[in-house]
T-cell receptor, first 116, second 113 residues
Framework: GAVVSQHPSWVICKSGTSVKIECRSLDFQATTMFWYRQFPKQSLMLMATSNEGSKATYEQGVEKDKFLINHASLTLSTLTVTSAHPEDSSFYIC????????????FGSGTRLTVV | QKEVEQNSGPLSVPEGAIASLNCTYSDRGSQSFFWYRQYSGKSPELIMFIYSNGDKEDGRFTAQLNKASQYVSLLIRDSQPSDSATYLCAVRGWGAGSYQLTFGKGTKLSVIP
């Protein structure tokens, strides 16, 4: 089946530094990538949607200059958390949609970010 | 604002029983409905999707959809301790380019051995 590899699985960084999270579709072309954030005991909150070769569309309240999304190829999308602060500590998950497949997008394994 | 509502639980059922999980949604134009299972600290995994009114069965799982009532449910037969997880209901809108999923907050299921 379709697999999305997400790295790193966890990261601890100092406040003020930047962290990059990668998601790669291993055996399909990810036309669309969704980036979610999940706080403890909360549901997935969509942060942004990116289509290959286009600028990402951010949800209301998500700072595009803080959460940089790049989807330069059909198999790789990255999320960079810039100038991270403790309140950015969360579980970040990507989800990829393959062109023509509209049911059951494939999730990455998630990245646990802790900002100290 | 599209909303997906689920009872947060926890829902406790004995092993071997039927677990019933419910979800309502606000957008009457929603087309596709998904159930995901999420273990603690892990990302969601797809259990089933449904887009037509009625029932859809896959092994021990049955999804039920009633678009008139804007209601979708998931039945888990012969529940096992390994089914203990949080179950997320997700809804996809309609129209060209509407690929985003809106998730409910999830229902935590505990299957008691």
């Amino acid at each position: 089946g379709a697999v999305v590899s997400q790295h790193p699985s966890w990261v601890i960084c100092k406040s003020g530094t930047s962290v990059k999270i990668e998601c790669r579709s291993l055996d399909f072309q990810a036309t669309t990538m969704f980036w979610y954030r999940q706080f403890p005991k909360q549901s997935l909150m969509l942060m942004a949607t990116s289509n290959e070769g286009s600028k990402a569309t951010y949800e209301q309240g998500v700072e595009k200059d803080k959460f940089l999304i790049n989807h330069a190829s059909l198999t790789l999308s990255t999320l960079t958390v810039t100038s991270a602060h403790p309140e950015d500590s969360s579980f970040y998950i990507c989800s990829a949609r393959e062109a023509g497949i509209n049911y059951g997008y494939t999730f990455g394994s998630g990245t646990r970010l802790t900002v100290v | 604002q599209k909303e997906v509502e689920q009872n947060s639980g926890p829902l406790s059922v004995p092993e071997g029983a039927i677990a019933s999980l419910n979800c309502t949604y606000s957008d009457r134009g929603s087309q596709s409905f998904f159930w995901y299972r999420q273990y603690s600290g892990k990302s969601p995994e797809l259990i089933m999707f449904i887009y037509s009114n009625g029932d859809k069965e896959d092994g021990r799982f049955t999804a039920q959809l009633n678009k008139a009532s804007q209601y979708v449910s998931l039945l888990i037969r012969d529940s096992q301790p390994s089914d203990s997880a949080t179950y997320l209901c997700a809804v996809r809108g309609w129209g060209a380019g509407s690929y985003q999923l809106t998730f409910g907050k999830g229902t935590k299921l505990s299957v008691i051995p």
